[in-house]
């Protein structure tokens, strides 16, 4: 453990609400501010306050996060990991669509579910998850100085009872306690609607980088009651970002005649960003440009606008909601920047009708399940009045005769929820009975999902239809589900608390756990490596906006190209060396001292008059600068220390 942890403080955990958006491109977290009573988002290392979900596997053994990660994906790395959101929980054959859209190498194991291959090694999504949940709460930490171990953490709505357990795993091997799982739209209800009082029905349009959730909820004097939701798990911002991609390369084949291979998908990206706000945008690559216009854009992206529409359509059905009840909808997730997904809403509620775009897209839903943090840790007076009433999104039942579905809890029921039902034998003297529970909304269990499995033995042997078995399921605030099986007759009873084949064993959580906290002292290190080549790579460039200032052309004469061209050599070394995974903390800052001593004759010659260097260091010199090597210390460390404010 490096120093600047050991002294992150333990005390007032107890108080630190914490809300997490686990994201399919990126992730937000925030916490709750007691001074302020405001929700903050805690930037990362690099400043932004959103972090792309991403992680990369080096050859080294480390392990990188974030835009780090990220910005090794355009190279076709198959050690680039991202987008697990759209398989976890799922099945190999239920994720193949997804699965067959990666760059990186996923795999079926012998349960039937996806695993991701590096090398040969093996991660399942859970992991992944984990790495980049892992990331969130070690920056977080060093940003409060406190120890986080509790936290609310966001899923789609439509996420099944599988995708769910599978998550708060991922989150148990980061070293977290999910304090509750929260739906996205949800949680984004509760940023938009905080202090609202009066009573009116909304629509949460939730459409972020691979998922979409569309929900209604009922506001009335800090109650959000979820009646209905419907969603996509496997569609979303990347998608069109893959349509993009095919049409770009189906005009290069007819431009050059052959097909373009690979495309940068930060080109893509720019421009599905840039035709959001523009009419039209340039496509560049080598030997070719396309001039794309909006109204092209939004042809070929056809498929996607209809079937992001299709959720709207079952959630107004189920809950039997007329669009002229609803009384606004609020925008959530990047991807409801694109002007034909705003216009499609407006056409299907009616002109008149308000989009609410007043909450940050990419924010709002860590800022919501902070709230509920807060809510559920009793702190902050502006949440004492919360009440979040939230649904299941799909039915739950168990399988009957002839393979049929026969639902106990139907989909859209106020969690949480406990309902029975009695069943009976389907055979003379059958001592013994399978229950198997699905989740899904199709008349027959084939087509749908598989949850679990549990038997119930030792019943008398009886005409069939004398036993009455009663089958009780119990869903909790987080969507995850117990089921009990109680014979009236005997008393026998069975249950379980249903973990599907996906999630790990707790041998496995363990284990994981163990090797997250080894790789926290190897991170960190990593992290204090790039920070310290950004902060040398921001001091050359100063230094050379400082030589070629005008004044310092006849100070510094011939000499000036001389050092212009030692600071590119030095930039060129950092550009060439920075990410070096064996560069160490020692040799960057070896690096640096020998880039001061070289430059400091010049530095010495730029600066030998008291009114220049009183006008670099914007005030008088610091009296302690008794030698020419203190006083071109305190210039240099000025010079570190300017240009900050540009970043973003």
């Known amino acids: 453990m490096s120093d600047s942890e050991s002294s992150i403080s333990e005390e007032s955990q107890s108080k630190l609400c914490i809300g997490i958006d686990l994201g399919t491109t990126n992730s937000v977290i925030s916490y709750f501010n007691e001074e302020t009573e405001q929700v903050e988002i805690i930037p990362n290392p690099l400043g932004d306050r959103i972090t792309p979900s991403v992680v990369c596997f080096t050859e080294s053994g480390e392990i990188l996060v974030g835009k780090n990660a990220q910005e090794l994906e355009s190279d076709k790395n198959e050690t680039v990991i991202s987008h697990v959101k759209r398989f976890i929980g799922k099945t190999y054959i239920d994720a193949k669509d997804s699965i067959d859209m990666l760059e990186y190498d996923v795999i079926q194991d012998h349960n039937g579910f996806p695993i991701i ?116 798990t496997e569609l979303g911002g990347s998608d069109v970002d893959y349509m993009l991609k095919e049409f770009i390369i189906k005009k290069y084949k007819e431009t050059n005649g052959k097909r373009l291979e690979e495309i940068p998908m930060s080109v893509i990206e720019n421009a599905k960003k840039v035709l959001s706000n523009l009419k039209k945008t340039t496509i560049r690559l080598p030997g070719f440009k396309y001039n794309l216009s909006r109204s092209e854009f939004e042809m070929v992206i056809q498929d996607f606008i209809d079937q ?90 168990i399988e009957t005769t002839g393979g049929q579905m026969c639902k106990i809890i139907n989909r859209n029921s106020s969690l949480p929820i406990e309902t029975s039902k009695v069943f009976s034998t389907v055979e003379d003297n059958q001592e013994t009975v399978e229950i198997k529970v699905f989740q899904g909304e199709r008349q027959f269990t084939k087509d749908n999902f598989c949850l679990g499995t549990f038997m119930l033995d030792g019943l008398p042997m009886t005409p069939r239809g004398v036993p009455k078995i009663k089958v009780t399921f119990k869903l909790d605030c987080d969507g995850l589900l117990d089921v009990t099986a109680v014979d009236k007759n005997t008393g026998l009873v069975a249950g379980v608390t249903l973990k599907s084949e996906t999630n790990l064993t707790q041998e496995e959580v363990s284990e994981l756990i163990r090797e997250a906290e080894l790789y926290q002292a190897t991170d960190s290190l990593r992290r204090q490596c790039l920070e310290e080549v950004e902060r040398f790579r921001e001091y050359m460039y100063n230094i050379q906006r400082q030589v070629n200032l005008e004044e310092m052309e006849e100070i510094l004469s011939e000499s000036r190209s001389d050092v212009n061209k030692y600071i590119l050599e030095v930039l060129s070394w950092i550009d060439m060396n920075g990410e070096n995974e064996g560069l160490n903390l020692e040799q960057i800052k070896n690096a640096r001292e020998l880039a001061e001593y070289n430059l400091r004759p010049y530095l010495q010659k730029m600066y030998s008059h008291q009114e220049e260097i009183k006008d670099i260091l914007g005030r008088e010199v610091n009296e302690e600068c008794v030698t020419q090597d203190d006083l071109i210390a305190e210039i240099c460390s000025t010079l570190e220390g300017e240009g900050k404010e540009d970043e973003y």
């Open 308 to 397: 992001a529409m299709e959720p709207v359509d079952e959630v107004l059905e189920d809950t039997e909601t007329d669009p002229s009840e609803i009384s606004q909808i609020v925008l959530v997730g990047g991807s409801t920047r694109i002007p034909k997904i705003q216009q499609t809403l407006k056409q299907m509620f009616g002109r008149g009708k308000p989009l609410n775009k007043s909450i940050n897209p990419d924010e709002a839903v860590s800022y919501g399940a902070t709230i509920q943090a807060s809510i559920i840790q009793n702190v902050g007076s502006m949440s004492k009045d919360l009440i979040l009433l939230d649904v299941t999104p799909l039915s739950l039942g």
């Open 117 to 232: 291959k590096v090398g040969d090694k093996r991660y399942k999504p859970e992991q992944i998850s984990a790495q980049v949940l892992y990331y969130l709460k070690s920056y977080a930490e060093e940003y409060l100085r406190k120890k986080i171990k509790d936290a609310v953490i966001t899923v789609p709505a439509y996420f099944n009872e599988s995708q769910r357990r599978a998550t708060k795993d991922a989150v148990t091997i980061a070293g977290l306690n999910c304090l509750r799982l929260v739906a996205e739209p949800t949680s984004a209800c509760l940023c938009y609607g905080l202090h609202k009082s009066q009573q009116e029905k909304v629509l949460v349009y939730d459409l972020g980088g691979g998922t979409l959730d569309v929900s209604i909820l009922d506001l009335c004097d800090g109650v959000f009651e979820v009646i209905g939701t419907s969603g996509n």
